[in-house]
């Protein structure tokens, strides 16, 4: 795409960014403006913390057991492509500004096309867990019975679409050989790319909001009759709390990237009048806020996860957790199986009390396994597929 060889007829391979911005109206600062400092170093501020704040949900979800269900370890994919979207964004923010100038064509398709792949990645994985929900909910179970081998094959076929559609534009889906037909928030873009794009993943969120309506007028028949028996009342909680995170997450979704596809499709349509540019940057940062929400929303509504990152922070400081493990006016901050959590990251710092500190732990996981949970985490309690017969 960078060749030296002569253009095609009426191609322009071998024009420079800035040539393509031009035609598009879209300027390039040439020189570092006090707003390119202040957006650069916010933005990579965030992109920062959305890294480390993934890379822990992530970590939680691969170290405690409860967590080892299909909707789990969808829910750390969304994780990893929240990661993967950071990362993408941070790239953004060394190559943009008077850095866009200075790129070749080859790498301002990569640039964009990391981002449409972060994003088709979270909108295909909150598909397949609405899917995962409404299957598991509609026959009255907590977890899929799916197996592992699905669950990973699901995962690898969630990025294999990702990339190639991440890649639709550098395949030959772009405007180089018809200026008429260049965007102007991405200058190298096909307006028709853009319209397809954006109507594709608007489409996508209007399908999940249907099917997580369907779910809770489903939960809310049902409800009545379940809240009658004492064990159905308690699943039937669980179910709502994990079905509520879930809807948090992806609200947060929706209202965090539907601005920002409105513009593309505004722009695709090549509408004059809505002087997309004004909003362009506020849309990004709000759609880059979006892979900062999910660990908030982890942190907010599942008691379990706050228990794992506790103790993972705990491991980044072993000298704070031996002393709020054996100080116990510390330890009355927290609850009883929070201060297991503590001790269990401690014990390689305290081997005499090690089996005192499993024997406890194993019979504090059993009681929580044996009455179940409905505290407000994700989910959690119950064991794979239980399913409730009325």
Not at 149 to 163: C, F, H, N, P, T
Not at 267 to 274: I, N, R, Y
Not at 318 to 336: K, L, Q, V, Y
Request: charged share 20%.
């Amino acid at each position: 795409m960078d060749t030296d060889t002569e253009d095609q007829p009426g191609c322009y391979f071998n024009k420079t960014v800035k040539f393509f911005y031009d035609n598009s109206g879209k300027n390039i600062s040439t020189y570092w403006r006090k707003r390119d400092y202040v957006v650069v170093t916010l933005g990579m501020a965030v992109c920062i913390i959305v890294i480390l704040a993934n890379i822990m949900v992530m970590t939680a979800i691969f170290i405690n057991r409860r967590f080892h269900f299909p909707i789990y370890y969808l829910l750390g994919n969304l994780a990893a492509a929240d990661l993967f979207a950071g990362t993408s964004y941070l790239f953004l923010m060394f190559h943009t500004g008077p850095w866009t100038i200075k790129l070749t064509k080859l790498k301002w398709f990569v640039r964009q096309g990391l981002i449409d792949t972060s994003l088709t990645a979270s909108v295909i994985n909150l598909l397949a867990i609405a899917v995962e929900r409404h299957q598991t909910i509609f026959t009255m179970q907590l977890h899929s019975t799916m197996t592992n081998r699905r669950v990973v094959l699901l995962i690898l076929g969630i990025w294999a679409v990702a990339i190639v559609m991440g890649l639709v534009p550098t395949m030959g889906w772009h405007c180089l050989c018809d200026l008429d037909d260049c965007s102007t928030m991405a200058p190298m873009y096909s307006r028709k790319y853009l319209i397809f794009w954006a109507v594709l993943n608007l489409l996508t969120f209007s399908i999940m909001v249907a099917v997580y309506t369907r779910i809770f007028w489903y939960v809310r028949h049902k409800s009545h009759r379940m809240s009658q028996h004492t064990t159905q009342a308690k699943h039937k909680e669980t179910v709502e709390n994990l079905m509520k995170t879930v809807v948090m997450i992806l609200g947060a979704f929706v209202i965090c990237w539907t601005p920002g596809l409105v513009v593309l499709l505004l722009d695709g349509l090549d509408c004059e009048q809505c002087k997309v540019l004004r909003y362009e940057k506020y849309f990004l940062i709000l759609a880059e806020c979006n892979s900062l929400v999910n660990p908030i929303i982890y942190s907010y509504r599942d008691k379990d996860m706050r228990r794992t990152f506790r103790r993972i922070l705990c491991c980044l400081c072993p000298a704070r957790c031996r002393r709020i493990a054996a100080d116990p006016d510390s330890g009355a901050r927290f609850n009883t199986l929070e201060q297991e959590v503590l001790s269990e990251t401690c014990v390689t710092h305290h081997p005499h009390s090690q089996h005192h500190s499993h024997h406890h732990s194993y019979h504090a996981a059993a009681g929580d396994h044996k009455n179940g949970v409905a505290d407000g985490r994700v989910g959690g309690g119950g064991g794979r597929g239980g399913k409730v017969t009325h």
